[in-house]
């Protein structure tokens, strides 16, 4: 069983450069979305797809934008990278609303110089 | 808005020790609760998880009972194994919405 799969697993980025991660799910689910996790503040939300064709922003969006492709996939862009994105990012998956589990991909390490 | 405080770590025991970690929430409406870990170089996965008052969640040893007059869902068990090392999250995630809130994690190091 795949799951979520992130691609890639490790990326170091000049200042300036542009990156797409890429976040697919096989698990038929509605909902995906993309955090980033950094030391000593657990993982923060920076987009979430409810469902196919909508996305909203989360807790921290500035310098990130994202497409919803189509229901297994969820892809992050990073159009111009800064060292403050330096991170680690986790895309996840779930059913739908409400008291649902999430499942999440095996994380993506950026490093920006 | 929601958030969750739990204990930094790191935590550290020798094997067979009890093992809490402290969990409490703030939050509208009648959120779902969680714990959440995430082994070395891996993604994170649900431990267990509550939904309403008083209910108890639990897996592989672990217990969490959902204490809304404390709001409180700490993280029990009662003999841990080296095997238990990884960082623990508590999370929430309200009516309002299927966004998850965590807390900042607590890393466990269980020694031999």
């Not at chain 1, 922003?57 to 919803?68: D, I, L, M, Q, T």
């Not at chain 2, 996965?45 to 959902?66: C, H, I, M, V």
């Not at chain 2, 007059?69 to 009662?78: D, I, N, Y």
């Not at chain 2, 095997?83 to 965590?102: E, I, K, P, Q, R």
């Amino acid at each position: 069983n795949a799951g979520v799969t992130q691609t890639p697993k490790f990326q170091v980025l000049k200042t300036g450069q542009s990156m797409t991660l890429q976040c697919a799910q096989d698990m038929n689910h509605n909902s995906m979305y993309w955090y980033r996790q950094d030391p000593g503040m657990g993982l923060r939300l920076i987009y979430y797809s409810a469902s196919e064709g909508t996305t909203d922003k989360g807790e921290v969006p500035n310098g990130y934008n994202v497409s919803r492709l189509n229901k297994r996939e969820f892809s992050l862009r990073l159009e111009s990278a800064a060292p403050s994105q330096t991170s680690v990012y986790f895309c996840a998956s779930s059913v739908a609303r409400l008291n649902t589990e999430a499942f999440f991909g095996q994380g993506t390490r950026l490093t920006v110089v | 808005g929601n958030s969750v405080t739990q204990m930094e770590g790191p935590v550290t025991l020798s094997e067979e020790a009890f093992l809490t970690i402290n969990c409490t929430y703030t939050a509208t409406g009648y959120p779902s609760l969680f714990w959440y870990v995430q082994y070395p170089g891996e993604g994170l996965q649900l431990l267990l998880k509550a939904t309403k008052a008083d209910d108890k969640g639990s897996n592989k040893g672990f217990e969490a009972t959902y204490r809304k007059e404390t709001t409180s869902f700490h993280l029990e068990k009662g003999s841990v194994q080296v095997s238990d090392s990884a960082v623990y999250f508590c999370a929430l995630t309200s009516n309002a919405g299927n966004m998850l809130t965590f807390g900042g994690g607590t890393r466990l190091m269980v020694k031999p």
